[in-house]
């Protein structure tokens, strides 16, 4: 049994209790997971950057951090350089990663799982973590990214975003007017929430029914669903095109599945669903909806990326 903190301490020990500029760094912390997890797509990876951009202020020596006029700027600066070091490197690796690669889905605060029980520890959920936008963040190049990220999502200026990205500020302006585009392009739903949910009810009651027809009748003739397994889990390499062929692979896919159990759930701040078995969480589905129709299903399958769902 541990003995509970005393009013004031933390797990950074009793001088935090007297150290406002600590306690203002330390709380810098859930901006800088935000950050990350909206340029990497990945929580495991934004909590590296996190992790890695405190190790490189706590190098410097107290004169040099006393020296820094806004910690949380700087600590932000260097959260950026740190993704956009990784976004450069990500390429290859997901060239080598088995199957498709979706972004790490995240559950609604009051549904999330894991050992994870500080609110600093989770993204905030708003329409910037919707799926269908970071799918398209995906296709951008790591500069136009941070640049879109930083300015659009986080309103910094872009002469701060020339200092990451080592650009000039006009340089930056077009990399997010670039980016914007691509957004513009691929917009995701502007449906209300409610009446995703209705839809997405129905393709869950069609696929629990075994009802093939149901399930075409609610995809868009030209709908793709898009599986990541990792390799660690068995699934579908590349994505499925059409409202029969994704509707036949699914029904093909519970009946397959013994006990297989469907949870509407909120995948990113969207209506979602999750598949579990005995329990436990196996798959996580994001749709986009577009004209009453699902358009896009993306399922993660991937163990390493629902920690927070088990």
Same mark, same amino acid.
């Given at each position: #049994?541990?003995?509970?903190?005393?009013?004031?301490?933390?797990?950074?020990?009793?001088?935090? @209790?007297? /150290?406002?500029?600590?306690?203002?760094? &330390?709380?810098? @912390?859930?901006?800088?997971? $935000?950050?990350?997890?909206?340029?990497?797509?990945?929580?495991?990876?934004?909590?590296?950057?996190?992790?890695?951009?405190?190790?490189?202020? *706590?190098?410097?020596?107290?004169?040099?951090?006393?020296?820094?006029?806004?910690?949380?700027?700087?600590?932000?600066?260097?959260?950026?350089?740190?993704?956009?070091?990784?976004?450069? =490197?990500?390429?290859?690796?997901?060239?080598?990663?088995?199957?498709?690669?979706? %972004?790490? +889905?995240?559950?609604?605060?009051?549904?999330?799982?894991?050992?994870?029980?500080?609110?600093?520890?989770?993204?905030?959920?708003?329409?910037?973590? /919707?799926? !269908?936008?970071?799918?398209?963040?995906?296709? #951008?190049?790591? !500069?136009?990214?941070?640049?879109?990220?930083?300015?659009?999502?986080?309103? *910094?200026?872009?002469?701060? &975003?020339?200092?990451?990205?080592?650009?000039? +500020?006009?340089?930056?302006?077009?990399?997010?007017? =670039?980016?914007?585009?691509?957004?513009?392009?691929?917009?995701? =739903?502007?449906? %209300?929430?409610?009446?995703?949910? /209705?839809?997405?009810?129905?393709?869950? #009651?069609?696929?629990? !029914?075994?009802?093939?027809? !149901?399930?075409?009748?609610?995809?868009?003739?030209?709908?793709?669903?898009?599986?990541?397994?990792?390799?660690?889990?068995?699934?579908?390499?590349?994505?499925?095109?059409?409202?029969?062929?994704?509707?036949?692979?699914?029904?093909?896919?519970?009946?397959?599945?013994?006990?297989?159990?469907?949870?509407?759930?909120?995948? $990113?701040?969207?209506?979602?669903?999750?598949?579990?078995?005995?329990?436990?969480?196996?798959?996580? #589905?994001?749709?986009?909806?577009?004209?009453?129709? &699902?358009?896009?299903?993306?399922?993660?399958? $991937? +163990?390493?990326?629902?920690?927070?769902?088990?």
């Amino acid at each position: #049994m541990t003995t509970p903190p005393a009013p004031g301490d933390n797990e950074l020990g009793p001088s935090a @209790r007297v /150290d406002p500029a600590l306690s203002a760094i &330390i709380s810098e @912390r859930q901006q800088l997971l $935000n950050l990350g997890y909206r340029l990497l797509g990945s929580l495991a990876e934004a909590e590296d950057v996190v992790q890695e951009t405190y190790a490189r202020w *706590y190098a410097m020596s107290a004169r040099q951090r006393q020296a820094i006029e806004s910690p949380g700027a700087w600590l932000t600066t260097v959260a950026g350089r740190i993704c956009l070091d990784l976004l450069g =490197s990500a390429r290859a690796r997901r060239e080598r990663y088995v199957g498709a690669w979706i %972004p790490e +889905p995240l559950p609604d605060r009051a549904e999330w799982g894991g050992t994870t029980a500080d609110p600093a520890d989770r993204v905030t959920l708003d329409e910037s973590v /919707d799926m !269908a936008l970071l799918v398209v963040l995906e296709s #951008m190049t790591p !500069a136009e990214r941070v640049a879109f990220v930083l300015h659009d999502v986080f309103r *910094y200026p872009f002469a701060e &975003i020339a200092e990451i990205v080592g650009r000039t +500020p006009a340089a930056c302006r077009q990399l997010a007017s =670039s980016a914007r585009r691509r957004v513009r392009v691929a917009r995701p =739903s502007t449906h %209300p929430a409610a009446h995703r949910a /209705d839809i997405i009810r129905a393709f869950k #009651m069609a696929w629990e !029914a075994g009802d093939i027809d !149901a399930l075409i009748d609610v995809l868009a003739p030209d709908a793709t669903a898009t599986a990541d397994g990792g390799g660690l889990v068995r699934g579908i390499r590349r994505p499925l095109n059409g409202a029969d062929q994704i509707a036949r692979f699914f029904i093909d896919r519970a009946s397959a599945a013994a006990g297989l159990a469907l949870l509407e759930r909120t995948v $990113n701040g969207q209506p979602g669903l999750a598949a579990q078995i005995d329990g436990v969480t196996v798959t996580v #589905m994001a749709f986009d909806v577009t004209d009453d129709r &699902i358009r896009r299903v993306w399922a993660v399958l $991937n +163990p390493a990326k629902l920690g927070p769902w088990l």
